[in-house]
C-alpha cells in the first residue's frame, strides 16, 4: 500500500527556511522520480520540483530556483524540499508524489506572513 507523509511546514515570516520531507513506502522508492507540489485554495496544484531516481537530474519551476533545494535519500525512502528566503506567495499546501504513480498524501502546510 503506497503512502507518502509529508511533514516539515510550519508559520514563518519572510525569509525564513523550512525543510520539508516526505517519508515513502509501499513502492520501491529508488526506482521512482519524486515531484514536489504546492496548492492554494481555488488553484489548481502546481509543480514546484523534481528530481529523478537517482538524484541526478533535478528541475524547478522558475519561481523557486535559487532558493528551493530538492533533494532524497534512497535509503530512508525520504525526499526533501529545502525552501530558503520564503516569500509570501510560497503560502500553500505541499505535497510530494510518485511520478507515475496516483497516491497524494495529506500534504503540510506552509504559510509565510509578510
Known amino acids: 500500500q503506497v503512502q507518502l507523509v509529508e511533514s516539515g511546514g510550519g508559520l514563518v515570516q519572510a525569509g525564513d527556511s523550512l525543510r520539508l520531507s516526505c517519508a515513502a513506502s509501499?513502492?520501491?522508492?529508488?526506482?521512482?522520480?519524486m515531484r514536489w507540489y504546492r496548492q492554494t485554495p481555488g488553484k489548481e496544484r502546481e509543480l514546484v520540483a523534481a528530481?529523478?531516481?537517482?538524484?541526478?537530474?533535478?528541475d524547478y519551476r522558475n519561481s523557486a530556483k535559487g532558493r528551493f533545494t530538492v533533494s532524497r535519500d534512497n535509503a530512508k525512502n525520504t525526499v526533501y524540499l529545502q525552501m530558503n528566503m520564503l516569500k509570501p506567495e510560497d503560502t500553500a499546501v505541499y505535497y510530494c508524489?510518485?511520478?507515475?504513480?496516483?497516491?497524494w498524501g495529506q500534504g503540510t502546510q506552509v504559510t509565510v506572513s509578510s
Open positions: 528530481i529523478s531516481s537517482a538524484g541526478g537530474i533535478i
Open positions: 509501499g513502492f520501491t522508492f529508488s526506482r521512482y522520480a
Open positions: 508524489n510518485a511520478a507515475g504513480i496516483n497516491y
